[in-house]
């Protein structure tokens, strides 16, 4: 059977996961950037010159994961955060942190070279507003770069539950999804902004479900 759960479920499951199985929350965050680093790869993605755009939550540690794990592979990996420090989440600022004290450059202006990929580790599957102000400059700049585009887990922007676009969405080449595909990546127009998906596993329980 294959799910196609949404934000809420998907959230629950990964409460559970974390509360009940006792599976910490950096754990998953560590596995999700190693998937997303090693299906990329294997998809021939060049990483010579890496750009991952991070928010504030999960998915924004997720993607300071990325940049680091890239870093220990030889390659070129730098970070633009978007989001704001005062609503860090506690495993994003930890990722984040060891990222700088790895060296990693991290951007808060764009940057003004060009990159070979974009991976975008903006807003998880629990957005539900309408995207507005910088982080809608911030994606339509994304969108506009003429380079491989990727997505940790949905792209920022998607409605996870219905498929439909926030304002604005940032168009993935490839999303690559933790544990499942979100039912708003196979919905339209989602879908057409998620690219190839690729679910992976990352030791979310999906006894949950």
């Not at 059977?1 to 199985?21: C, F, H, S, W």
């Not at 420090?85 to 700088?100: F, G, L, P, V, Y």
């Not at 982080?135 to 506009?144: G, K, L, P, R």
């Not at 708003?184 to 999906?206: H, M, N, R």
Request: proline share 3%; aromatic share 10%; charged share 25%.
């Amino acid at each position: 059977m294959r799910y196609l759960p949404n934000g809420a479920q998907m959230k629950a499951a990964d409460t559970y996961t974390i509360e009940k199985v006792g599976i910490p929350s950096l754990v998953l965050m560590e596995r999700a950037a190693l998937e997303t680093v090693r299906v990329l790869k294997d998809r021939g993605v060049d990483f010579s010159d890496t750009l991952v755009v991070c928010g504030s939550g999960n998915n924004g540690g997720d993607g300071f994961a990325a940049a680091r794990i890239l870093k220990e592979y030889g390659f070129c990996a730098e970070v633009l955060f978007v989001g704001q420090d005062a609503s860090m989440s506690e495993e994003c600022r930890t990722q984040k942190q060891i990222a700088e004290r790895l060296g990693i450059s991290v951007f808060t202006d764009f940057p003004k070279k060009e990159y070979t990929v974009i991976i975008d580790a903006v807003f998880g599957v629990g957005l539900s507003r309408a995207i507005e102000g910088r982080y809608h400059t911030v994606i339509e700049w994304m969108n506009d770069k003429k380079c491989e585009k990727a997505a940790i887990d949905i792209p920022s922007g998607i409605c996870a539950e219905s498929g439909r676009v926030l304002g604005i969405a940032f168009r993935a080449d490839i999303t690559v999804s933790m544990e499942c595909v979100k039912l708003g990546c196979e919905l339209f127009p989602g879908k057409l902004y998620a690219g190839e998906t690729v679910s992976v596993p990352i030791g979310i329980d999906l006894f949950f479900f």
